[in-house]
């Protein structure tokens, strides 16, 4: 038995959709959730492997391998990550930031951007991005990802809208890797054969996913909703490997963890399943 974490966005569907469609085997049972909801469920032995946030992975990196050329990232813009705000991100010092609690890797990843890079202090607070809040709560900022953010970017309530990923590859040069696709490190001990079978799985549905995109794109658009052209452009904004790049980005993230106290330091050097 296998039992398979995969995130329920759309960023996914170049895979997920292509999967579905397969019968690969009775005994590869898929979870579907948020990225804070896989990331519980691996690091609670309720899940052997799959697609997890990349603090997951840093947080508890003695339990886990990553499986080699399997990621959710983006060089550039991802289109599915944003901080929306009423002011410029420099202008956010001591103002309320609401961070969806849906996803580690973006939590952390905007604390750096606004911390390290812009060098403000927000306050911050943890909650749902739709959900009702008294008018003296309401934030300056909001922190989405997947398909929420999607939703936030179609209605354009927000005057500033930035793009994690973007922001961070003008200031690193870097892609960057929000989910890795993580094995226990027990499991794979016991059924490694499995675990190469599956990472084979994955990586025959994102070639297939990725010849078939504009099929794919004409089922899942309707979710948000947005046209489908605005989601080929999305999906086709979103990769999925793991090359020498993006261990790269990999490695500038987990240092900027570690030195901040927010990762064991066993997270480097990378550990990858082939």
Do not use: H
Request: some cysteine; aromatic content about 10%; glycine content about 6%.
């Amino acid at each position: 038995m296998a039992r398979i974490g995969m995130v329920n966005y759309i960023n996914t569907a170049p895979i997920y959709e292509v999967w579905k469609e397969q019968v690969y085997s009775p005994e590869w049972l898929v979870t579907e959730a948020p990225p804070s909801t896989l990331n519980r469920m691996l690091a609670a032995d309720e899940l052997d492997l799959g697609f997890v946030s990349s603090y997951e992975y840093a947080a508890r990196p003695d339990r886990y391998q990553i499986l080699a050329d399997l990621s959710i990232s983006a060089t550039g813009p991802v289109g599915s990550v944003f901080l929306f705000s009423t002011v410029e991100p420099d202008k956010l010092d001591d103002k309320l930031v609401l961070m969806t609690g849906q996803s580690d890797t973006s939590v952390c990843l905007v604390r750096i951007i606004l911390e390290e890079f812009l060098g403000v202090g927000p306050r911050y607070v943890t909650g749902e991005v739709f959900g009702s809040r008294a008018s003296e709560s309401e934030p300056a900022a909001i922190l989405a990802i997947g398909d929420e953010a999607l939703r936030l970017k179609v209605e354009n309530k927000y005057p500033v809208q930035m793009d994690l990923a973007e922001f961070w590859n003008r200031k690193t040069g870097l892609p960057f890797v929000f989910a890795v696709c993580a094995v226990r490190e027990d499991y794979l001990v016991s059924e490694a054969q499995a675990v190469r079978e599956i990472r084979q799985a994955f990586l025959d549905c994102r070639a297939r996913g990725l010849e078939q995109l504009p099929e794919i794109c004409e089922r899942v658009a309707r979710r948000i909703p947005m046209d489908c052209e605005a989601c080929s452009l999305y999906l086709r904004a979103m990769e999925y490997d793991l090359g020498p790049a993006k261990q790269e980005a990999l490695k500038k993230f987990f240092t900027f963890l570690i030195r901040r106290g927010e990762a064991d330091a066993g997270a480097l050097p990378l550990k990858i399943f082939k």
